[in-house]
């Protein structure tokens, strides 16, 4: 599938033009795979060990006004490089300190600064709450992991061999299809256009499956929308209102929600894209989130402190459930594992999120009691990765040397 090109002038990106049928590509650039993601994709380099299973512990560093200064200067040098913006970054760890800064700007238009405070679209952090969702079900002994999708939804593809288990885990083989050329087309023909679940499917389901359920990983957001499919008709209510209540109330998060279109609360930052026909960088605060329950939910930086402690110590779920959700296997690429809606990436465990105009990364390191959380406002990438991922580097480089969040730049050969 075609693919944007880039060359670097000066440090920063130039984007050649891209027609329509690329946009569904680039819409998934800067996600757990960034450019690489895709059902037909390659494999990455051979696995590492996970970080999580090495036998050294997390070490952190005290955060004194010498390494916050520190901090300050990596995230405004980081800030100036990749031509963010704005961005905010969250870090906290009990007898360690804290660290929260907004920088840059949050409107190019009135130059309004960047707040701590703002509501963000978080992208794929939603399929942390989505999978949760699921896992609730499972604790109530509604559905099991081991069930075949087919049991709930009608028409996927080899449906009776994929599980619930293999969509929370990325290795169903269905073609993701924020991919497929014509669902981009139909995006970018009305951004703030609102899509059923039922009508972002048949844009995976026309396409092969890409290998047997369970053999490899690969992210794709179909998975997570048929997740959410099994929930409303295991318990007849929108996966909103579930969500809502049986994770989201539970939690004690008062500033995340599913949103119902395009709307977005103040107050908010305007997001920024090159995600378009023509390459152009435009203003993405008002369009339609890709997604769904793959990737359109709201939050804050504190509601995302409170929820990277929930996930990953389980407050949600039984035992047994929150150790099927924390079975990390390899994902082909060096120092990151997936688990049920969760990812290990290099120690860290959470999910990052990229969506036009917005990235945000929510981790936490358990053994050092750690949990950082970064928003931007753009999803350009800066020598093919992410920002949100460059600031998260740039922060833990110097506070966890041991244990560095890094996504690798996709392979030559698919960039």
Partial sequence: ???????????????????????????????????????????????????????HGPVMRQL???????????????????GTPGVTVGLWAPGKGS????LGIADKATKAPMSAGFNMRVGSVTKTFTVTALLRLVDH?????????????????NGHRITLRHLAEMRSGLFNYLLDPG??????????RVFSMKEMLPYSFKHPVAFPAGSRFD????????????????????????????????????????PAGPGFPAPHAHGYTDQTADGSLQDATDRNPPGGPSGAMISNLHDLRSWASVLTGG???????????????????????????????????????????YQTVMVRLPGAGATLVV????????????????????????????????????????S
Avoid: C
């Fill in 99 to 102: 660290y929260v800064r907004s």
């Fill in 1 to 55: 599938m075609a693919r944007s090109s880039t060359t670097v002038d000066r440090g920063r990106p130039r984007i050649h033009r891209r027609t329509a049928a690329a946009i569904g590509t680039a819409l998934v650039t800067g996600t757990l795979l960034a450019a690489g993601a895709g059902a037909h994709a390659a494999s990455w380099s051979s696995p590492a060990a996970p970080a999580h299973a090495r036998p």
């Fill in 141 to 157: 002994r509604q559905v099991s992991l081991d069930d075949p999708v087919s049991r709930y939804v009608h028409g996927v593809p």
């Fill in 183 to 192: 669902y981009g087309k139909a995006y970018m023909a009305d951004p703030r």
């Fill in 219 to 258: 992210y794709s957001n179909t998975n997570t929308v048929l997740l959410a499919m099994v929930v409303e008709k295991v318990t007849g209510q929108s996966f909103d209102r579930y969500v809502a209540r049986h994770v989201l109330e539970p939690a004690h998060l008062d500033h995340t929600f599913m």
């Fill in 375 to 414: 928003h931007t406002t753009s999803d350009v990438a800066f020598h093919g990765k992410g920002p949100a991922t460059k600031f998260a580097s740039a922060v833990t480089r110097i506070v966890t040397p041991k244990n560095v969040y890094d996504i690798p730049a996709p392979h030559p050969a698919h």
């Fill in 315 to 357: 407050s949600l779920l039984s035992p047994a459930t929150q150790a099927e959700r924390m079975k990390l296997e390899p994902t082909g690429m060096p120092g990151l594992s997936y688990g049920l809606g969760i990812f290990a990436n290099h120690g860290w465990l959470g999910h990052n999120g990229s969506l036009p105009g």
């Fill in 64 to 82: 004194t006004p010498e390494v916050r200064a520190q901090l300050d200067r990596a995230v405004r040098d980081v800030l100036t490089t990749t």
